[in-house]
C-alpha cells in the first residue's frame, strides 16, 4: 500500500483521541525537504481554506508539482470556487439526483431543500449514498457540504444548488466516526497510477456528447481521429460539457456536438477562442451557420444560387403563398438533421404549420419545394474541397432524416465519391457559399436543379461517421482533419516566435 500523509492547518486540528495516522503540519509539507523528496505519497489536504493562494491552495499545488497523489487537486479547489465553473458538472448530476430525491417522500425532508454532509464519497443517509459516491468522483474533495433545491414545491424538479468544501473542525463530534471510517475506507483503496503521458507536439480536445441522440461523429470516428492524431503527435482527448474549466490546457478544440447558440457549445467556442486555441468550429462559424435567416440573407447578399426563399413575420405570412406557392417547405431559424423542417401542402397546412413555429421564433423560413432523390454534401475544410456524400431522402419521405412523432428517426441511405467524381458545378458553388462563413470544417448542402446546382445550407460541424463521410479516404480523412490543426498551430507558434 502506498505511503499516505494527512496535512492540517494547526497542530491541534488533529484533536487527542482521533485515531493514530501520519498527520503533518501544512507548513512543514511547503517547506520542503524529505516530504518533498518522497515518492508516491498519497496526501489528503485537510487544510482550513483551499481559497485560491491560501496554504491550502499552496499545499495541493506543490504537491502535485512534486509528484505526489492529492486530494483535492488544484483543479478541483479551481472548479469549488465559483457556481459559474461547478455548475456545468452539476448539471451533469442532477439527472440523478432527481431520481434518488424524487422518490423521497416529503415527509422525509423539507419541502423544497436539502443539505448532505459527503466525507471520502460516504454519507450517513443510506439511500443517497449512490449519489455521494458521484458527487465525490466528480469533486474528489475530502469533505462536502452538497445543497440540494427543489423547483416547483415538493413534487417539483430537484437539482444540486451548491457544492462547498469543508474544513475538518465543520464535523460535529457525532460525526467523527462516520469521518475516520470513510476515511479509512478511502487510504486501503488503491489508487491507481496513471499512465506514462507520450510526448506531443500539441494537445487537441473534442468535444462531445455520448448520449447526444444524432451526433455530427459516431464513437468510431472519434476513435479513429484519436488514433490519427497519435501517428501525427497530436494528444487527441475526447472531453464533455463537465470539462468546461480545463479547457486552457489544451491548444486547439474540435466541437463533435451539435452545436446551438446560447447553448455550452457555444460558450466553448467562445472560451476556447478567447484563450488563443484553435478552435473548430469557431464561434463566428457557429453564429453564422446557426441561423437559417442569417444564412438566407447571406447568400441572397452574394448572389449565390439558392431556391426562392422569403423571411416571414406573422403579418407577411401570406406571401409565402403568393410568392412560392405550394408546396412550400417552412423552417424555424436553428435546427439540424432535418429537424424543424416541414413541408405546407396547402393554406390550411400553411397557417397551421406557421402557428407552431412562430411560437418558437418572429422569423421563419419559407423556402421553394424542390424535390431531389438526394442532396449532395460537400465537405470543405480551410477552403479546400475535402468529402463528397449523395445523401438519399429517407424511404417515402421527402427529407434525408424522418422524424417520427416518437423521437424516433429513420436515414436515407448515402453514396460517397471522391471529389473528382463531382460536377464542378456543385463543387465550386459549395466553396463559394463556404468562403462566406470562414476557414473551418462545413457541410454545404445543395441540390442540383436544371438551372444549375443551388445551396441549401452551409453547416458548421457537419457529419463525420465512420463508413460514411471517410468511405473513400478512409483513415486519410482523420490525418488530414489533424494535419489541419497541426499546420495553424504550427503558424501560431512560427508567429509567437517571431515577435
Not at 520542503?32 to 495541493?60: F, M, P
Not at 417522500?105 to 458521484?134: H, M, N, W
Not at 432523390?373 to 475535402?386: A, E, K
Amino acid at each position: 500500500m502506498a505511503e499516505h500523509l494527512l496535512l492540517v492547518e494547526h497542530a491541534d486540528d488533529w484533536k487527542p483521541g482521533f485515531p493514530r495516522l501520519p498527520v503533518v503540519n501544512a507548513r512543514d509539507y511547503l517547506a520542503g525537504g524529505e516530504l518533498a523528496a518522497k515518492r508516491g505519497l498519497r496526501v489528503i489536504n485537510l487544510c482550513r481554506s483551499y481559497r485560491y493562494l491560501s496554504v491550502g491552495y499552496y499545499c495541493s499545488l506543490l504537491a502535485e508539482a512534486r509528484g505526489h497523489k492529492v486530494i483535492p487537486t488544484v483543479r478541483t479547489i479551481q472548479e469549488l470556487s465559483s457556481r459559474a465553473l461547478y455548475s456545468l458538472s452539476t448539471e451533469e448530476l442532477d439527472v440523478l439526483v432527481q431520481r434518488m430525491l424524487g422518490r423521497r417522500k416529503p415527509s422525509a425532508l423539507a419541502p423544497t431543500a436539502y443539505e448532505l454532509t459527503i466525507c471520502f464519497g460516504q454519507c450517513d443517509v443510506k439511500e443517497l449514498r449512490p449519489l455521494a459516491r458521484e458527487i465525490f468522483e466528480t469533486f474528489s474533495c475530502p469533505i462536502l457540504h452538497v445543497e440540494f433545491r427543489c423547483q416547483g414545491g415538493w413534487q417539483g424538479t430537484w437539482r444540486i444548488g451548491a457544492v462547498k468544501a469543508l474544513p475538518l473542525a465543520a464535523v460535529p463530534p457525532e460525526g467523527e466516526d462516520a469521518l475516520f471510517s470513510a476515511l479509512e475506507g478511502y487510504l486501503s483503496r488503491r489508487w491507481r497510477q496513471p499512465r506514462a503521458r507520450l510526448s506531443y507536439r500539441y494537445d487537441l480536445a473534442v468535444l462531445h456528447d455520448p448520449d447526444e441522440d444524432l451526433p455530427p461523429s459516431d464513437a468510431k470516428a472519434l476513435q479513429r481521429l484519436v488514433k490519427a492524431g497519435k501517428a501525427l503527435g497530436v494528444n487527441v482527448e475526447l472531453i464533455q460539457r463537465k470539462d468546461y474549466s480545463r479547457l486552457a490546457e489544451y491548444d486547439a478544440l474540435f466541437i463533435r456536438e451539435t452545436t446551438r447558440i446560447g447553448h455550452h457549445t457555444f460558450r466553448f467556442a467562445k472560451k476556447a477562442d478567447s484563450e488563443g486555441l484553435v478552435v473548430i468550429d469557431d464561434p463566428d462559424s457557429i453564429l453564422r451557420c446557426t441561423n437559417k435567416v442569417y444564412l438566407a440573407e447571406l447568400l441572397a447578399a452574394h448572389c449565390i444560387p439558392r431556391p426562392k426563399t422569403l423571411v416571414l413575420r406573422k403579418e407577411t405570412l401570406m406571401e409565402a403563398e403568393q410568392q412560392i406557392g405550394y408546396p412550400v417547405v417552412l423552417k424555424i431559424p436553428e435546427g439540424s438533421f432535418s429537424r424543424g423542417v416541414f413541408r405546407a401542402e396547402e393554406r390550411s397546412g400553411l397557417t397551421r404549420i406557421a402557428a407552431k413555429l412562430f411560437r418558437q421564433s418572429d422569423l421563419i423560413l419559407a423556402q421553394e419545394y424542390l424535390y431531389t432523390p438526394f442532396d449532395w454534401r460537400i465537405g470543405v475544410l480551410g477552403r479546400q474541397p475535402f468529402y463528397a456524400c449523395k445523401y438519399l431522402m429517407s424511404r417515402g419521405h421527402w427529407q434525408i432524416v424522418k422524424h417520427e412523432t416518437d423521437g424516433r428517426h429513420e436515414h436515407g441511405g448515402f453514396e460517397t465519391l471522391p471529389i473528382e467524381a463531382v460536377p464542378l458545378a456543385v463543387v465550386r458553388t459549395a466553396l463559394k457559399a463556404a468562403d462566406l462563413i470562414g476557414d473551418g470544417l462545413y457541410g454545404v448542402d445543395l441540390k442540383e436543379t436544371p438551372a444549375g446546382p443551388v445551396v441549401i445550407e452551409v453547416n458548421d460541424n457537419p457529419s463525420l461517421d465512420a463508413d460514411v463521410e471517410d468511405l473513400v479516404l478512409g483513415e486519410r480523412l482523420y490525418a488530414r482533419l489533424i494535419g489541419e490543426f497541426v499546420t495553424r498551430l504550427d503558424s501560431r507558434r512560427t508567429q509567437r516566435d517571431q515577435r
